[in-house]
């Protein structure tokens, strides 16, 4: 195929993503298919010769949009949000042109120097402490992770390393298997189910804790556990605190569990996947206190910072734990300039990464500090005025304090009814939302997930739950 065809694709896709995004309202937030519906759309084979352009393109709407979910829809209120805007795609579309690996600082230095300086700005943003910034001259710095789950597991994993150093010392007859089968770690019951999947991939015990009453997880908690398991002849190594839980946006007390775990000689992991973009805004900061006695932070930009899926920012204090660990250094991908910036590779589970910093570089230039700011603080806005909407009905309780984009509701009867309310819901079609339980009480999560969403989006949102509320209490 000749170049000057493949240019004139780029430039339909391009107006037809545009016209897709700008029309999103239109479409019916989750399809209504069953699975299996697509194999019967296309052929059982791939062709011989190459189809149309013209027919792939028609067969978009006929294939795959009703199969789609539309996560950018201003009705969908589902998990948390995925983000999304045109400087990030447009990013996308020149790191899939260069289609660099930059595995190494040789691979492709721009793409290992750009990532470093950007970690930079966004820590700065957040006002990180300096130790886990690589303008600092220290020894920290920041990563670009695929996603939160990542980080968590690459945390674990150098949390390991650095017991093994610390017990092979105090007694170097141990061999390896003996330390790690007495390692143990901590997270609340309202961690994310991928600190408990980092468990299991990193072979050793997780102690799941019980927050308190407001479920946040607390450091007396932390605390009371950690010596439990020291009198036992355990090795506590690891903790994971949680900034704005899945469930519930919730925030466990950084502030008591940091030092308890500095006191202990115990990693401490701050996962923020979703509600770390808030805190470019100074007046939510106060959820991240104690920051400074963490070892690794990360928050997902790809959630609430207007850049598309995947970029999850990931700050270590001393990623030489890392690059330890994972240092598997065959001739071919060695470097003259080995040592003298970071090669990404020993940072990761994978050895090969897209150029992912420049969709932050794009975002980050083309909105300004000042825009994103006033984007979270609008989703805020907009899940406090759902929170009043659902306070103006007796009918319905809100069950967890609204601090961020999310707003837990439910109606004030049992969980089976409250149950039946969601399934009609999302079988009407026009919102979709998902729920959870905390301590037997089910409940509605309804997140402000698109950055299409308005005020009146909110009250169709509304409408609906209170419409569907009114067919089941009939």
């Not at 390991?160 to 105090?170: G, L, M």
């Not at 997880?217 to 994971?240: C, H, M, Q, S």
């Not at 308890?260 to 106060?286: K, M, Q, T």
């Amino acid at each position: 195929m000749e170049a000057n065809q493949f240019k004139d694709f780029g430039k339909e896709m391009i107006d037809y993503v545009a016209g897709y995004l700008e029309n999103i309202r239109e479409r019916r937030v989750v399809p209504t298919v069953e699975p299996g519906y697509l194999r019967p759309l296309i052929p059982a084979n791939a062709p011989e010769k190459p189809d149309k352009w013209e027919d792939v393109m028609s067969d978009i709407e006929r294939v795959i949009m009703p199969g789609v979910t539309h996560w950018h829809s201003p009705r969908f209120h589902a998990y948390f949000p995925t983000a999304n805007s045109y400087p990030a795609i447009v990013a996308d579309i020149l790191s899939g042109a260069i289609a660099c690996i930059g595995f190494s600082w040789i691979a492709s230095p721009a793409c290992t120097e750009l990532e470093v300086v950007m970690l930079d700005w966004l820590g700065k943003m957040l006002d990180l402490p300096k130790e886990f910034l690589a303008c600092s001259g220290g020894k920290g710095g920041g990563v670009i992770q695929g996603t939160a789950s990542e980080a968590t597991l690459v945390a674990l994993l150098g949390a390991k390393a650095r017991a093994i150093d610390r017990v092979k010392k105090e007694h170097p007859k141990m061999k390896d298997a003996d330390i790690v089968s007495k390692l143990v770690g901590y997270t609340s019951s309202q961690s994310h189910s991928s600190v408990e999947r980092a468990g299991l991939l990193g072979g050793v015990k997780l102690r799941s804790l019980q927050p308190d009453e407001t479920n946040r997880l607390r450091g007396e908690t932390l605390e009371n556990a950690i010596k439990k398991d020291l009198e036992a002849g355990l090795i506590p190594f690891y903790a994971v605190n949680t900034l704005g839980t899945t469930s519930s946006c919730t925030f466990d007390r950084l502030d008591e569990i940091g030092p308890v775990c500095n006191e202990y000689n115990v990693w401490l992991h701050v996962d923020a996947a979703y509600a770390g973009s808030a805190f470019i805004c100074p007046e939510y900061r106060y959820l991240m206190k104690g920051i400074e006695r963490a070892d690794s932070f990360n928050f997902n930009p790809h959630k609430w910072l207007l850049v598309n899926f995947d970029c999850s920012a990931m700050w270590l204090k001393d990623p030489s734990w890392l690059v330890n660990a994972f240092n598997v250094d065959p001739l071919y991908l060695k470097h003259e300039q080995q040592g003298a910036a970071p090669d990404y590779r020993h940072w990761q589970i994978p050895l090969g990464r897209r150029f992912r910093s420049l969709k932050l570089w794009f975002v980050l230039r083309l909105y300004g500090i000042e825009n994103l700011q006033a984007h979270i603080r609008k989703q805020i806005e907009l899940a406090h005025y759902f929170e009043s909407l659902v306070r103006s009905d007796d009918r319905f309780e809100i069950t967890e304090e609204v601090i961020m984009g999310l707003v837990c509701f439910r109606l004030k009867e049992t969980n089976h009814v409250n149950e039946v309310l969601l399934k009609r819901l999302n079988g009407r079609g026009v919102i979709h939302l998902v729920p959870s339980k905390i301590r037997d009480i089910y409940f509605l999560r309804l997140a402000i997930c698109s950055r299409y969403t308005e005020k009146s989006d909110i009250d169709i949102s509304w409408k609906e739950v209170k419409e569907t509320a009114n067919e089941i209490l009939a």
